[in-house]
């Protein structure tokens, strides 16, 4: 099992420019930031089951916990400056 990478090109051009828009194969935290920008993310507020089942695909080394961490690390970056919703 691989631990979030944090020496990934792609995740660490990510969190310095929002929407960053490539995939490192293999790489769980791209999986997840995948997922985050996913139709089953946005949706997670009525279908969680949908997203669980998303993860779980994206990610399967990682336990449930561990991996909706990182897709809500994720959306939180990708979210960060807009207005929140609540
Ligand atoms: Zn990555």
């Given at each position: 099992m691989r631990e979030a990478v944090t020496d990934c090109p792609d995740c660490t051009q990510a969190r310095a420019q929002r929407w960053?828009?490539?995939?490192?194969?293999?790489?769980?935290?791209?999986?997840?930031?995948?997922?985050?920008?996913s139709g089953a993310a946005?949706?997670?507020?009525?279908?969680?089951?949908?997203?669980?089942?998303?993860?779980?695909?994206?990610?399967?080394?990682?336990?449930?916990?561990?991996?909706?961490?990182?897709?809500?690390e994720w959306w939180q970056q990708d979210h960060a400056t807009e207005e929140p919703t609540t």
């Open positions: 960053w828009g490539a995939y490192a194969n293999g790489c769980t935290g791209c999986a997840a930031r995948a997922v985050a920008r946005i949706n997670a507020g009525r279908d969680p089951e949908t997203l669980d089942r998303t993860i779980a695909r994206a990610m399967p080394g990682l336990t449930p916990d561990a991996a909706l961490q990182l897709v809500r």
